[in-house]
Each structure stands twice: as C-alpha cells, then as structure tokens.
C-alpha cells in the first residue's frame, strides 16, 4: 500500500533543461510534504518543502509546485546542472510530531553534460 | 557538523548469521530510525524509537529486531539474516520541538548483502 506514488522512476536531462519530478498522495491529513536529495554513497538530505496553504516554494533553482485539490506535487528543478544528479525522493507527514514520514519511491536523476 | 554514523559500509553475511548494525548520532536527538532502501521501493521504515529504551513497529518490521540502550545509540538486529534481506540500510535521526520531528538526519547507509 503506497500512500505517495512517484514518477517517474529515472530521469535523463540535458545540463541547462528543467527537471520535473512528480508525487501524488492520498491521505488529506498529510500537511508537510519534503523532498530529500541523495548523492552516491550518501545518505538522502532534506532539500525543500512545503506546506498546503502555499501553491509554491522556491529555494534557488529548485521549485516544489503544490496542488491540494488534485493531492499531487511536483520537484521542478532550473538550469538543470550535473552537480545535481542523484536521487530524490518526495515524501508527506501528517500533523501529528508523532506522525511518521512516508516516503515515495524515489527518483534517479542523471544530468547530460 | 551534526552526525550519524553508521559503523559498517558494507557487511556479508552467510544466511541463519545473526547481524547487527550499529548507528550513533552526535546531536542529542529524541528519535531515531531504522530504515531499509531498495530500487523502485524507495524508503520502507522497519523500526523507530521515540525514547530510551522504547521502540515502536514500523512498516517491515518482520525479521528485525531494536535494541536503544542509550539515547545516542540505536542498533538494528536481524535474527537470521536471510537472502530477502540483502538491501541498504539507512539509520536516521530527528529531535523534538518546533519543527524538529519533520526534518530527518540520515547517516551513510550499511550495504548488506547475505549470501
């Protein structure tokens, strides 16, 4: 039973282009959606996240894009660059501190020089 | 830097071998995590703890088992390893408070790999 379905499953941009990741949950109590990025060898790391009074939150190049109504959000990455190849992965957490983090099944982003 | 240490990269095992993986965290943090990573499955949570001493299921619990002794320290146990438990291993960890509990400390990762 996945509760945050993610796709597609591997990603090939080209240096410059936008990568955009995308994740759809389904349960509407969840109220904060991370991403976390993981490079190779590494464990994964928090890169962004929103809330869902807000429709978008953007840190540098990277844009988290929220829809409440469809139950779906998106990772949208600018000027894609190879520094940015790695893995990531959406995830969603209920109100609750005691609420854990469901993880969706991740992302495998390769940037072409 | 804040840290989470996992003490084996990699480990192989022989199937019925008893495994433990050890994971230490530096940042006083309440909680911590064990979760398991595999292609296409993304991160699937086996156990977390809240407290010294406690420990809760989480969603694969089966074939695993918890030991937290003492705050820093949170150690995974599989019983009798089997082929089916081949996977990487993420220890993690989060602190109480304004926040705290929605960003996760992940440490390297343990490969295992049973024969």
């Known amino acids: 039973q996945q509760q945050v379905k993610q796709s597609p499953q591997s990603l090939i941009v080209q240096k410059g282009g936008i990568s955009i990741i995308n994740c759809a949950y389904e349960?509407?109590?969840?109220?904060?959606f991370p991403w976390y990025q993981q490079f190779p060898g590494k464990g994964p790391a928090l890169l962004i996240a929103?809330?869902?009074?807000?429709s978008e939150k953007k840190e540098g190049r990277f844009t988290i894009s929220f829809n409440k109504s469809a139950k779906q959000f998106s990772l949208h990455i600018m000027d894609s660059q190879p520094g940015d190849s790695a893995t990531y992965f959406c995830a969603a957490k209920g109100y609750s501190s005691a609420s854990k983090i469901i993880f969706g099944s991740g992302t495998r982003l390769s940037i072409r020089p | 830097d804040v840290k989470v240490t996992q003490s084996s990269r990699y480990l192989v095992k022989r199937t019925g071998e008893k495994v433990f993986l050890e994971c230490v965290q530096d940042?006083?943090?309440?909680?911590m995590f064990w979760y398991r990573q595999d292609p296409g499955l993304g991160l699937r949570l086996i156990y977390f703890?809240?407290?010294?001493?406690?420990?809760e299921k989480g969603d694969i619990p089966e074939g695993y088992s918890v030991s937290r002794e003492k705050k820093e320290r949170f150690s995974l146990i599989l019983e009798s390893a089997s082929t089916n438990q081949t996977s990487m291993y993420l220890c993690?960890?989060?602190?109480?408070?304004?926040?705290?509990?929605?960003?996760?400390?992940f440490g390297a990762g343990s490969r295992l790999t049973v024969l």
């Open positions: 703890s809240y407290d010294v001493k406690m420990k």
């Open positions: 940042m006083d943090h309440e909680n």
């Open positions: 993690a960890s989060s602190f109480d408070g304004l926040g705290g509990a929605n960003v996760l400390t």
């Open positions: 349960n509407t109590a969840f109220d904060y």
């Open positions: 929103i809330r869902p009074d807000v």
